[in-house]
């Protein structure tokens, strides 16, 4: 976003940020509290509007050096980058920085790698917003913290083919709209061709109508329509590579969104889980680790999701070549894995979603498994659970920031942890 050129507000008046948030925006003081104003940067002078903690940025007084041009034309309106104005080292900085800042807090010191970057035009899936007013139907994402649907015309993050897809997709779309709420489109890019599913679909919608969007999704090639959460087409079964196996995802089920990221991140695991004979995945969808893993050595996989632990059996089945999976329908949050179950493995892969995995580390923490690799998107809870590891008597040798999500503010990481 380039800085405003428009005369300052009335009300408007001069900050100077301090520092970039976890949230992506600038932080100031003003008086005795902490503000946040969106599009700045470290030791910027802006003239900010409005009042609250969310203030509006007017005027770049005093730019920095580390500002930078943003790549699309959406950028400040768009909610789905953030950072666009950010200069790419400071940017890979501030990606270092979000792992860096919890683990300090609780007390954690070891080595935190430079941020490994996805480049652009990689993400391989993304949830459109879709709407129709009148005879117009508006098709891309919200505003940042808005109900405002933005028209999506480019988006340097996304794939090209689901970029060139998004004309098709408001045609496919169009009988599902009836005017009121919008509707979500999971879009994925997959090695069979795109995978769609939509859902939030209104209750009147007539049978007739969803044969339709079935009929227009065919004939626009995608390789499977569901919808809210029912395969009603497979034309062809959707496929992702995962080493020498394919991921067989169910209808919007998780995936990686960067197939980069993914591969970056599984060659940190299986380098760091060498020599391993007997692995345990847990937290492990439909197999991103656990079929990489069966490459090398025998697998148990635990995931609270059937859908996913199905696709992860009729993706081991596909593949002969692999050592032994084992998958297992389990809660991990109610029933962890216990510290007398896990003595059977030497490596093991923890993957948890943002809530991280307080109960199931507790267990690990009071294991003998020599190597773990803790898979986390959310730093606070990476930085809680790698505590437990770590009083448990675990080292934790690297951890390795992953900026899976281009532009945002949001990071994952990879935490190698080893137990004498």
């Given at each position: 976003?380039?800085?405003?050129?428009?005369?300052?507000?009335?009300?408007?008046?001069?900050?100077?940020?301090?520092?970039?948030?976890?949230?992506?925006?600038?932080?100031?003081?003003?008086?005795?509290?902490?503000?946040?104003?969106?599009?700045?940067?470290?030791?910027?002078?802006?003239?900010?509007?409005?009042?609250?903690?969310?203030?509006?940025?007017?005027?770049?007084?005093?730019?920095?050096?580390?500002?930078?041009?943003?790549?699309?034309?959406?950028?400040?309106?768009?909610?789905?980058?953030?950072?666009?104005?950010?200069?790419?080292?400071?940017?890979?900085?501030?990606?270092?920085?979000?792992?860096?800042?919890?683990?300090?807090?609780?007390?954690?010191?070891?080595?935190?790698?430079?941020?490994?970057?996805?480049?652009?035009?990689?993400?391989?899936?993304?949830?459109?917003?879709?709407?129709?007013?009148?005879?117009?139907?508006?098709l891309g994402f919200h505003g940042r913290k808005s109900h405002d649907?933005?028209?999506?015309?480019?988006?340097?993050?996304?794939?090209?083919?689901?970029?060139?897809?998004?004309?098709?997709?408001?045609?496919?779309?169009?009988?599902?709209?009836?005017?009121?709420?919008?509707?979500?489109?999971?879009?994925?890019?997959?090695?069979?061709?795109?995978?769609?599913?939509?859902?939030?679909?209104?209750?009147?919608?007539?049978?007739?109508?969803?044969?339709?969007?079935?009929?227009?999704?065919?004939?626009?090639?995608?390789?499977?329509?569901?919808?809210?959460?029912?395969?009603?087409?497979?034309?062809?079964?959707?496929?992702?590579?995962?080493?020498?196996?394919?991921?067989?995802?169910?209808?919007?089920?998780?995936?990686?969104?960067?197939?980069?990221?993914?591969?970056?991140?599984?060659?940190?695991?299986?380098a760091h889980l060498e020599g391993t004979e007997h692995g345990v995945?847990?937290?492990?969808?439909?197999?991103?680790?656990?079929?990489?893993?069966?490459?090398?050595?025998?697998?148990?996989?635990?995931?609270?999701?059937?859908?996913?632990?199905?696709?992860?059996?009729?993706?081991?089945?596909?593949?002969?070549?692999?050592?032994?999976?084992?998958?297992?329908?389990?809660?991990?949050?109610?029933?962890?894995?216990?510290?007398?179950?896990?003595?059977?493995?030497?490596?093991?892969?923890?993957?948890?979603?943002?809530?991280?995995?307080?109960?199931?580390?507790?267990?690990?923490?009071?294991?003998?498994?020599?190597?773990?690799?803790?898979?986390?998107?959310?730093?606070?809870?990476?930085?809680?659970?790698?505590?437990?590891?770590?009083?448990?008597?675990?080292?934790?040798?690297?951890?390795?920031?992953?900026?899976?999500?281009?532009?945002?503010?949001?990071?994952?990481?990879?935490?190698?942890?080893?137990?004498?």
């Amino acid at each position: 976003m380039p800085p405003p050129t428009t005369p300052p507000a009335a009300s408007s008046r001069s900050l100077t940020i301090d520092h970039v948030g976890a949230q992506g925006d600038g932080r100031a003081r003003e008086q005795d509290r902490w503000v946040s104003v969106p599009f700045t940067l470290a030791g910027e002078v802006v003239e900010v509007s409005g009042t609250g903690d969310r203030l509006a940025l007017e005027r770049v007084v005093s730019p920095s050096p580390d500002r930078a041009v943003p790549a699309c034309r959406h950028f400040g309106r768009c909610g789905g980058c953030t950072l666009q104005h950010m200069g790419a080292g400071a940017y890979a900085n501030f990606k270092r920085e979000m792992i860096l800042r919890p683990l300090k807090a609780r007390g954690i010191e070891t080595e935190v790698t430079s941020a490994w970057i996805t480049p652009p035009a990689s993400r391989r899936r993304a949830t459109f917003a879709a709407k129709k007013s009148g005879k117009a139907i508006t098709l891309g994402f919200h505003g940042r913290k808005s109900h405002d649907l933005i028209a999506l015309e480019e988006c340097p993050v996304l794939h090209p083919a689901i970029v060139t897809a998004l004309p098709k997709l408001k045609t496919i779309l169009e009988p599902l709209l009836t005017g009121k709420d919008a509707i979500a489109a999971l879009v994925t890019e997959t090695a069979t061709g795109l995978d769609l599913h939509v859902t939030g679909i209104a209750r009147s919608v007539a049978p007739l109508a969803r044969a339709e969007v079935t009929g227009a999704a065919l004939r626009a090639s995608f390789a499977r329509v569901s919808l809210e959460g029912v395969d009603v087409l497979t034309e062809r079964t959707p496929a992702i590579p995962a080493g020498a196996a394919s991921l067989l995802p169910p209808p919007g089920s998780f995936l990686q969104a960067s197939a980069e990221a993914e591969a970056e991140m599984a060659r940190l695991v299986l380098a760091h889980l060498e020599g391993t004979e007997h692995g345990v995945d847990l937290f492990s969808g439909c197999g991103t680790f656990s079929l990489r893993m069966a490459q090398h050595f025998p697998v148990y996989a635990a995931e609270s999701g059937k859908a996913a632990i199905d696709a992860l059996r009729s993706a081991a089945r596909a593949a002969p070549a692999l050592r032994p999976v084992t998958a297992e329908v389990r809660d991990l949050f109610r029933n962890p894995v216990s510290a007398p179950e896990l003595t059977r493995f030497d490596g093991l892969v923890l993957d948890p979603p943002r809530a991280g995995a307080a109960a199931q580390a507790a267990e690990i923490a009071k294991s003998s498994v020599p190597r773990v690799a803790y898979v986390s998107c959310d730093p606070a809870t990476l930085a809680r659970d790698l505590r437990t590891l770590v009083d448990g008597g675990y080292t934790v040798q690297r951890v390795h920031p992953i900026d899976q999500f281009l532009w945002s503010a949001h990071v994952e990481a990879v935490a190698l942890l080893v137990k004498a």
